[in-house]
């Protein structure tokens, strides 16, 4: 998708505002300590709808966030598959499965 440059920048000011450094970083941190997307989130009183929104506006934090999210995903469960998805996982793979059936 392509935007007017305008309208690009206009995005990632307020991506950057919704969800500002700081609390990008708290989020990545509380991943890593194996805490869920969702329950780190509203820790931090953002929406995950949000967080996914920001990931792809602003690739570097999108990029980082999907690493942290598949290193700390669960290697029991069938990744790339909607099951994962069910069992709450929200790595790449999983995401990616749900996106396709949509
Ligand atoms: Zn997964």
Same mark, same amino acid.
Not at 4 to 23: C, M, R, Y
Not at 35 to 47: K, P
Not at 83 to 90: A, D, E, F
């Given at each position: 998708?392509? +935007?007017?440059?305008?309208?690009?920048?206009?995005?990632?000011?307020?991506?950057? &505002? &919704?969800?500002?450094? #700081?609390?990008? #970083?708290?989020?990545?941190?509380?991943?890593?300590?194996?805490?869920?997307? &969702?329950?780190?989130?509203?820790?931090?009183?953002? #929406?995950?709808?949000?967080?996914?929104?920001?990931?792809?506006?602003? #690739?570097?934090?999108?990029?980082?966030?999907?690493?942290?999210?598949?290193? &700390?995903?669960?290697?029991?469960?069938?990744?790339?598959?909607?099951?994962? +998805?069910?069992?709450?996982?929200?790595?790449?793979?999983?995401?990616?499965?749900?996106?396709?059936?949509?």
């Amino acid at each position: 998708m392509s +935007y007017p440059i305008d309208d690009a920048e206009q995005l990632i000011a307020t991506a950057q &505002e &919704e969800l500002p450094p #700081s609390t990008r #970083s708290r989020l990545i941190a509380k991943l890593r300590m194996g805490i869920h997307i &969702e329950d780190a989130a509203r820790d931090l009183d953002v #929406s995950v709808q949000r967080v996914f929104a920001t990931a792809r506006i602003l #690739s570097a934090f999108g990029d980082q966030l999907d690493a942290t999210l598949t290193a &700390e995903r669960d290697p029991d469960l069938p990744h790339g598959t909607v099951t994962g +998805y069910n069992k709450r996982c929200r790595c790449p793979q999983c995401r990616a499965a749900v996106n396709r059936r949509i």
